[in-house]
């Protein structure tokens, strides 16, 4: 028994996976919900770090290139046991699902920074000089001209990233996040049938991929190319 379900392992292999499917579910409610909050992560702390490396003072582009080296060449296991065993040392603890989660952002914003600094630098310099010329705050430039024209540029990447934070929800079971893959592993464990339960993670996984490709190739084909309207 998980989750208050019961599983049949007495009337064949058709009936036992039905009987595990609610559990499963709940699995993968908690692997979507871990991917939408480590890609949202991913994609402010990746902006963060693009604009940073972007500023003209070395005094802060440097370390913000120094921190994206940082976090991209150290593996997602590392960071994910830093934050999980190291701040509780100091005072910061956090739910297991929060620090799986926060470790995913952290991970692909190094990714993510690089892809938003392809998607801004790929702005035309006119549209920086047009809006000098307009007088226009550095600021609104950024927030009103240049971001709204990045943004369609560099929808496909980030789905791709998208796709893959929630191919790597599966290593948060290592900080006891129940997400999908361990909680077919804990099903198997119990009934010593691994071949229903990691077959159903597979098909599982294989449906939300093929929707989140979906649903981000639609908003590349929909999406303005010349850039998002602000009214």
Known sequence: ???????????????????????????????????????????????????????????????????????RDTPLLVQLFFLYYVLPDYGIVLPAFMTGALAL??????????????????VDRGQHEAAKALDLPPRRTFTHIVLPQAVPRIIPALG????SIMKDVPVLS?????????????????????????SMVGGLYLVLTIIASTLVRYLDVNLPKRGLPLR
């Open 1 to 71: 028994m998980l989750f208050g379900y019961e599983w049949n392992t007495g009337d064949g292999q058709l009936a036992f996976a039905i009987s595990i499917l609610p559990i499963l579910l709940i699995g993968l409610v908690v692997t979507i919900q871990a991917s939408v909050v480590g890609f949202f992560v991913a994609m402010v702390l990746g902006l963060v770090l693009a604009v940073l490396k972007g500023a003209p003072a070395r005094i802060i582009s440097w370390p913000a290139t120094f921190i994206t080296e940082f976090i």
């Open 105 to 122: 952002g952290i991970q692909y914003s190094a990714y993510t920074s690089e892809v938003y600094r392809a998607g801004l630098e790929a």
């Open 160 to 163: 791709n990233y998208l796709v």
């Open 174 to 198: 290592v900080v006891t996040v129940l997400e999908m893959l361990n909680v077919a592993k804990i099903i198997g464990d119990q009934t010593f049938n691994y071949l229903v339960p990691l």
